[in-house]
């Protein structure tokens, strides 16, 4: 089955950087779509940045030009890379992958607190 895991979550300081990853199983990676998700306490899931089957990326406004989504389809994984990181930033970070027919996969989450 599909599985994904993500990893690098961490404790930084303000202006700090963190890279998350998201390892991929069960399924012909380089096929899909791959989005990073976050949910903060109290606040609804929201969307970060997809990187399509083709590299296309798209971010939200919050993040762009602070934070890269890249892929490695030989290692069946997608990379956050987050700069200048901010307290507002501190949230539970999911991938999603976007499988057919409107099925969508993700992962456990990975915990980013900002805090000085």
């Known amino acids: 089955q599909v599985q994904l895991v993500e990893s690098g979550g961490d404790s930084v300081q303000p202006g700090g950087s963190l890279r998350l990853s998201c390892a991929a199983s069960?399924?012909?990676?380089?096929?899909?779509?791959m989005s990073w998700y976050r949910q903060a306490p109290g606040k609804q899931r929201e969307f970060i940045a997809l990187?399509?089957?083709?590299?296309?990326?798209n971010y939200a406004d919050s993040v762009k030009g602070r934070f890269t989504i890249s892929r490695d389809n030989a290692k069946n994984t997608v990379y956050l890379q987050m700069n200048s990181l901010k307290p507002e930033d501190t949230a539970v970070y999911y991938c999603?992958?976007?499988?057919?027919?409107?099925?969508?996969?993700w992962g456990q989450g990975t915990q980013v607190t900002v805090s000085s």
């Open positions: 990187i399509t089957n083709g590299g296309t990326t």
């Open positions: 999603r992958l976007q499988y057919i027919m409107g099925v969508n996969y």
């Open positions: 069960g399924v012909i990676f380089n096929r899909y779509h």
